[in-house]
């Protein structure tokens, strides 16, 4: 599995882009903005795109989606079930691409050789998910470096916020952590350092 970061976007988002290097096959994860830029990257690379994967709706993570998803053959946009009707940016809330995939916790995506799990993680919006293949996780705004995402927004909640942290923090064995914004960490850096998991694992 190779993991490609491109950060997109005045917000500077973290897009992803999971692929299997034997198939080529990948997922792109949160095309935030700059299409061009995420589609560059595929085509530069003989990737074949075969699905999207979305960790929220907020704005910054899904306006290259549409774009890109035309590009690359209108693949299957998986995303967490909460989102349908969520607020994407004030005055707009989010209404899934036709044959969008919602996901429940603990559902399984299988794309070629990737395998993704989901984790429902609400907190810095209702319909927030994490994704985990292999030993990485896509934590989108649910967990950053040192800290966890904002909770001022209309459907964010931070006892969820608690309650998804310390699942995350009580997950057995360690994971690079591939956040929607800023640098990756490892989950086991974050139990012992990160202020907002140790409150939630420890209070």
């Known amino acids: ?52 994967l979305i960790t929220h709706v907020h704005f910054d993570h899904i306006t290259a989606l549409e774009h890109v998803r035309e590009h690359v053959g209108n693949v299957p946009v998986y995303l967490g079930r909460y989102n349908v009707g969520a607020e994407t940016s004030p005055r707009h809330s989010f209404t ?31 319909g927030s998910v994490v994704y985990l293949c292999e030993d990485c996780m896509f934590s989108g705004d649910t967990l950053f470096r040192m800290t966890c995402g904002r909770l001022d927004f209309p459907d964010s909640s931070p006892e969820d916020m608690m309650k998804s942290l310390r699942r995350l923090g009580e997950l057995p064995g360690d994971y690079e952590v591939y956040p929607g914004h800023e640098d990756s960490t490892l989950l086991e850096i974050e139990r012992r350092f990160n202020p907002y998991m140790v409150q939630a694992l420890y209070s």
Do not use: W
């Open 1 to 52: 599995m190779l993991i490609k970061t491109l950060t997109v976007g005045y917000l500077m988002t973290n897009c992803y882009v999971v692929s299997d290097p034997e198939t080529l096959e990948c997922v792109v994860i949160d095309p935030g903005a700059e299409s061009a830029t995420i589609l560059n990257y595929l085509d530069d690379n003989h990737l074949k795109c075969r699905a999207i």
């Open 96 to 126: 899934p691409p036709e044959g969008s995939i919602l996901c429940k916790d603990g559902d399984t995506i299988d794309v070629g050789a990737l395998h993704f799990q989901v984790l429902e993680t609400p907190g810095h919006s209702k």
